[in-house]
């Protein structure tokens, strides 16, 4: 039986939190290679140790260690961190494995990119002929630039069905996948992950919509819900044998046709766990599909995390946030979430800063709004997505970004706009900060 060593890579950053934080493309790679008679050894450098702080619903911070701020960055005050195990454990866990047939590393966020290098580089050091593939986010969204910058590694664009065609020339013991795919069972990682804080719940793949910042079409092309059977098995396997509290959902479009999809997984969801799991949907949902049967529903199952993609109220921004919602849309959903019990700290709003024309005064009146309506303003920064057509319109004005990944980082890039400084950042993370609910 061939062998396959599958790596999440370290994360280097200025910040990195585990708010249920799973890499589900390659929990989706492994179960396709279980599947296909591959034996598969799973290393997370991103695996949380007992040092680190816990906190609610499973959450916590990661283990991290000072990193070389690379010379772009100078001008952000911030440390620069490799978020992960040490080098000594990762070194360690390598020389502990026999030689793999081929290795396959996760890529993540394109700025990420130091830490998806620092891990290759260990491998290479363990073995200098390894067969590397890098798939995952990076490798479909700037798939050219990772082949420039390690040359040596096979660069797997696209969805992972893909990768047999592309890797036809190389020497595998057998084909990587079959030509039929079964549905990905994602309690094949689950069993890999020997500490599980936390589990992922992923009802659906890809998203309808087509947002200015968002590249989820890109790296899914087609929306697809998958089986009830299937998620109910998986959610089983976390809740009954891996004794796990704390589920969250992972869809970019929870709520699409939900009186078909999830309105009926999630009152089997509750039939299942008794009510007794508290639920996340830290993804942004849109709030137009909300209705009082869902939030209704939502109140029974056991959610405890609720998170609305609002971005901005502001009309000039409806075509690059996808016309998701305005204010009345707002107040209407939040209106729903408290009629249905939930608390005002249960619910945030996520507010982008960083669209075309938008200035810091702009974003701190629209937390100023979002606190008025009694819930958790959230605000976040643009990172250019490539391939997106905000990331089109920006390159033009930053021509860097099309080079270098390290420009896509959101903390140093909101910086580069005219009218945002360090201060402004600062200033709006504090008015985010002043203006919780009771």
Known sequence: MPTA???NPWVTDFKLYDEWMHPLGLYVTMSLLRQNDWDVVYINCLERDDKTRAKRFGTGDFPSGPAAKPALYESVPRRYKRYGISAEKLDQILWGIPFPDMVLVGT?????FEGLRATVEAVYRRWHNATIILGGISATLMPDLLRKHLPRAHIIPGPIASASAQLEHLPLKNK??????PPPDLRDAMAL???LRHAPILTTLGCPLRCSYCASHLLQPRFEARPHKRILAEVGYAVHERGVSDLAFYDDALLYQASDHFLPLLRALTRQTDGKVRLHAPNGMH???LSGSIVEAMKTAGFATIRLGYESGNPSHAKETGYKAHPTGLRRAISKLFDA??????IGVYLMGGLPGQTPNDLIREIRFVASLGVLPKPVFLSPVPGTPL???YAKRFPQLRIDPLWHNDTFFI???EGWSWQAIEEIRACAREAKPE
């Open 391 to 393: 990331f089109g319109g």
């Open 341 to 346: 019990g939930f608390g005002g700290r249960q």
């Open 176 to 181: 990587l996948f079959a030509t039929e795919f």
């Open 287 to 289: 709030m137009r599909w």
């Open 5 to 7: 060593l599958v790596i």
């Open 108 to 112: 993540g966020m394109t700025y990420w």
């Open 415 to 417: 910086m580069q706009l």
């Open 193 to 195: 992950t020997p500490i």
